[in-house]
């Protein structure tokens, strides 16, 4: 497979949610009359969002009936993955629904599959598989190509999911106290309904990227494929959610003092009940028990939240959960966890052997406290994860066959 490639490498000073570099122009030729339906429907351009923060766009500028097709390929910058704007030119194949870019770009040896997938009328999913195995998920939508050659660029770029506001309890706010919208992105059940709810939520993220938005699209997409309604909150003070963080940060002040831990750890209970209580009133969501995951402070959050309400949880799945790494001060939180939760609802804990805030001694300390306390948690401390393993959940290869496992345990169809 043939690549033309242009880097457009430049500090991260602009904003990256706007610049995604292209050619001067597009060669776009329309798709002759034999071409299949199935091939046609793959030409033109798309515009989206691709892992946590990327902007990208697929231009497919011809299609031949034997699903060959020549492609442009770009994306923005992402200060979460370190890449810098670039775009190629290059030839790609359209075969059982899916078109699929191959080979290594020059510069970037990291890539090696790209693929797109219809995810409904005008929509393509988008997954980059890497040579180490990782895959980064992304959603594009139609956009007029003309528009994209002249400069033009989306105010709103298309986002994996829905986003939604959910109503909050009144708060602190730099306007003083009242009503607040946390922001969550919806993924609607793929199947007919009535379908479980599941909760994901982010980690503290603390000290940068506070106003950005997660989508969790990886965690979430598997979750939408297993039957379940999704949402992905923000809690108070992130992304576009209304409300201070500060009681979630507080114990920074206070070198990790019960009272900051407390703190923050009260506030983000009463951020997951109001996600909870607008899910289960979506339309096609079952009643019931919801399951809860969530990365790093999310993770601990869905395994505190099952040890207070436990009749309120169907399950817990737990990537690199922990509210605070720097000593054993979160530990009785384990402990409480595990009494409240006892044998009622099931938990999952993903861990990696190189995660940069919590080591294999205070994972399983943690894990003592919560299971001789009578919890019941499965844990699994994954070996391989490339980088740093706190990030485990951008490599669902390493944790979806464990997890759906899990999953295979939970009576789904019972509310």
């Known amino acids: 497979m043939s690549w033309m490639h242009n880097a457009q490498s430049q500090p991260l000073t602009v904003d990256p949610e706007s610049i995604v570099p292209l050619p001067d122009k597009f060669d776009i030729e329309m798709p002759a009359p034999d071409v299949p339906p199935e091939i046609a429907r793959f030409h033109g351009a798309w515009v989206g969002t691709w892992g946590e923060d990327i902007r990208h766009i697929l231009v497919v500028e011809r299609v031949k009936p034997d699903g060959r097709a020549d492609v442009v390929f770009a994306h923005g910058d992402s200060a979460f993955y370190g890449m810098y704007r670039e775009w190629w030119r290059s030839e790609a194949g359209i075969a059982d629904g899916v078109l699929t870019i191959t080979g290594e770009a020059l510069k970037m040896p990291a890539f090696r599959i790209l693929q797109f997938a219809f995810d409904g009328p005008g929509r393509l999913f988008h997954t980059s598989t890497f040579k180490w195995g990782s895959v980064i998920a992304g959603t594009l939508a139609r956009y007029d190509a003309a528009r994209l050659a002249a400069g033009d660029r989306p105010i709103e770029w298309p986002w994996p999911g829905e986003r939604v506001s959910i109503p909050?309890?009144?708060?602190?706010?730099?306007?003083?106290?009242?009503?607040?919208?946390?922001?969550?992105?919806?993924?609607?059940?793929?199947?007919?309904?009535?379908?479980?709810?599941?909760?994901?939520?982010?980690?503290?993220?603390?000290?940068?990227?506070?106003?950005?938005?997660?989508?969790?699209?990886?965690?979430?997409?598997?979750?939408?494929?297993?039957?379940?309604?999704?949402?992905?909150?923000?809690?108070?003070?992130?992304?576009?959610?209304?409300?201070?963080?500060?009681?979630?940060?507080?114990?920074?002040?206070?070198?990790?003092?019960?009272?900051?831990?407390?703190?923050?750890?009260?506030?983000?209970?009463?951020?997951?009940?109001?996600?909870?209580?607008?899910?289960?009133?979506?339309?096609?969501?079952?009643?019931?028990?919801?399951?809860?995951?969530?990365?790093?402070?999310?993770?601990?959050?869905?395994?505190?939240?099952?040890?207070?309400?436990?009749?309120?949880?169907?399950?817990?799945?737990?990537?690199?959960?922990?509210w605070y790494p720097y000593g054993p001060v979160t530990t009785p939180y384990y402990a409480d966890a595990g009494r409240g939760a006892a044998d009622k609802v099931p938990q999952l804990w993903l861990y990696a052997d190189n995660d940069r805030l919590y080591d294999e001694a205070l994972i399983r300390e943690y894990y003592q406290a919560f299971t001789a306390a009578g919890g019941s948690a499965r844990l699994e401390l994954l070996h391989g994860v490339p980088g740093d393993g706190h990030l485990l959940r951008l490599h669902p290869d390493k944790w979806r066959p464990i997890a759906d496992q899990f999953l295979a345990t939970l009576d789904l169809k019972k509310p």
């Not at 106003?211 to 598997?222: D, F, G, K, T, V």
């Open 168 to 322: 909050h309890l009144n708060v602190r706010t730099p306007d003083g106290i009242r009503p607040i919208m946390l922001e969550a992105t919806l993924y609607r059940p793929a199947g007919p309904g009535p379908a479980p709810l599941a909760i994901i939520t982010h980690g503290s993220d603390a000290g940068r990227n506070q106003l950005r938005s997660w989508p969790m699209a990886i965690e979430a997409h598997w979750l939408r494929d297993k039957g379940f309604a999704v949402l992905a909150l923000m809690r108070r003070g992130r992304g576009r959610s209304e409300g201070i963080n500060g009681e979630e940060d507080f114990e920074r002040d206070h070198e990790g003092s019960l009272i900051g831990v407390s703190a923050g750890i009260a506030q983000a209970v009463e951020d997951l009940d109001s996600a909870i209580a607008y899910g289960r009133e979506l339309p096609g969501v079952r009643p019931g028990p919801v399951l809860l995951a969530g990365q790093s402070r999310g993770g601990f959050l869905a395994m505190h939240y099952a040890g207070l309400k436990p009749g309120e949880v169907k399950g817990v799945v737990n990537f690199s959960g922990g």
